[in-house]
């Protein structure tokens, strides 16, 4: 079960220590090993124990010998929606970590991504040399063949400033870039570091699995994802199951959120099923079916909305599968899709087929007697006016501005549901 406060995978190097000592200005440094259980691990389901740091999962360790590739297992890893928590007074935080920047061919490694940090609920920007990892090694993925190989780089400090804390300590938040894997070494601060306050009982939790676009895709920072967006203006406590081109009706996903404890549930499904053309119409309705029978087994009445997927014109009529054209410039890909329209008559799914499909599961589960159950259509969410005004740069996936459209519009959803 994802919890506040994660497991470890052993006690190995998971001892907490705590060290004090003084600059050449005497400003005194404190520094915490992690993992510990003065910082909370937020949305993540567990935190492994590795020689290089502590990783943290978004799914539990039992699916790891389920999952089908190297590729769904570096999303679990990804840190979408994870935060670290705690409390201090201090002005400097940093964070010594060994990250991993993704290289999928033939473009070059991802470009660093922002790390934020936010006090007492609000997003503190950061200046020049703050809020990114200076070094990282690379993940070269195959995405055709779901394989990962690892070049580790050196370890590397991330560095915060905070604004000075005139009454004290106050709660802390690091907020990990969604798409580098992330290691956890050490926190140091200029002042002690305290483990957070229990969020208060009232907070409703939020739990989402959806694709590249919900675990963060184009976004430009952590808090800048739709589904932090959205979790942020509606005050709810996030755990993002959105795992880049593995939103594809995985039975241990299921399980995964079926042992939550959650308040809301929300599943965006459909753009990758086109991605791997891994579903015609005669199977997708059932696998559907199945994914929700399985929530329901351990969640019967809890709100669940299924959210079909956003306008996306490469595959509104065609069907996949889609790749990275490989005539897209140096650091700027753009999708391209294999299918052809005619394709459509024969079974296969474009976006028009898989939103006729979920609404139509919706309506037939709520006909016999799942009121929990709502549909979303993700074209009110991002529809052809605002991809008229706000295009996808690479075709599939939104830019910050319609990322946040995006969000705000959930946001509003979220809360009618909560109420």
């Not at 090694?137 to 050196?154: A, K, Q, R």
């Not at 053309?277 to 399985?294: E, I, K, M, N, Q």
């Not at 969640?299 to 897209?328: N, R």
Request: glycine share 8%; proline share 9%.
């Amino acid at each position: 079960m994802t919890t506040g406060t994660v497991p470890t995978a052993s006690a190995t190097g998971a001892t907490e220590t705590s060290t004090e000592t003084s600059t050449e200005t005497s400003t005194e440094t404190f520094t915490v090993a992690l993992p510990s259980s003065r910082v909370e691990v937020r949305g993540a389901a567990w935190v492994e124990d590795t020689d290089r740091g502590a990783l943290p999962h978004r799914l539990p360790a039992w699916t790891r010998a389920q999952m089908p590739d190297d590729f769904m297992a570096l999303t679990d890893v990804q840190p979408a929606g994870v935060r670290l928590r705690f409390r201090t007074a201090a002005t400097r935080v940093a964070l010594d970590v060994d990250v991993l920047r993704v290289a999928v061919d033939p473009q070059p490694p991802a470009a660093p991504q922002a790390w934020d940090v936010v006090v007492d609920g609000e997003v503190v920007e950061q200046g020049p040399g703050f809020g990114v990892a200076p070094e990282a090694g690379t993940v070269e993925l195959d995405p055709l063949h779901g394989t990962t190989v690892e070049h580790p780089g050196p370890a590397t400090t991330v560095r915060f400033a905070l604004p000075e804390a005139p009454t004290g300590p106050r709660t802390v938040e690091v907020w990990l870039p969604y798409g580098e894997t992330v290691r956890l070494r050490a926190l140091s601060a200029d002042a002690p570091v305290q483990a957070p306050r229990p969020l208060p009982s009232s907070t409703r939790r939020w739990v989402h699995h959806g694709s590249s676009i919900s675990h963060g895709a184009a976004a430009d920072r952590p808090t800048g994802t739709w589904v932090v967006t959205a979790a942020r203006a509606a005050g709810v406590d996030l755990v993002n199951l959105g795992f880049s081109g593995n939103a594809v009706l995985d039975p241990f996903v299921a399980r995964a959120i079926r042992d939550q404890r959650a308040d809301v549930i929300t599943l965006k499904l459909g753009i990758n099923v086109v991605n791997h053309d891994c579903f015609r119409r005669r199977s997708f309705a059932p696998a559907v079916h199945g994914f929700l029978d399985t929530i329901r087994e351990g969640l019967p009445t809890t709100p669940i909305v299924i959210v079909s997927p956003l306008l996306c014109p490469l595959v509104e009529d065609t069907p996949g599968p889609t790749s990275i054209d490989p005539a897209s410039p140096a650091g700027q890909p753009r999708f391209r899709t294999h299918g052809t329209p005619d394709e459509v008559a024969d079974g296969k799914l474009g976006l028009q087929a898989i939103r006729r499909e979920l609404s139509a599961v919706v309506a037939a589960r709520r006909a016999a007697g799942d009121v929990a159950l709502h549909y979303v259509d993700g074209r009110d969410l991002y529809g052809e006016e605002d991809a008229a005004a706000l295009p996808m740069a690479d075709l599939l996936h939104p830019d910050q501005p319609a990322h946040t459209l995006v969000g705000d519009r959930f946001a509003r959803i979220l809360g009618g549901l909560l109420r």
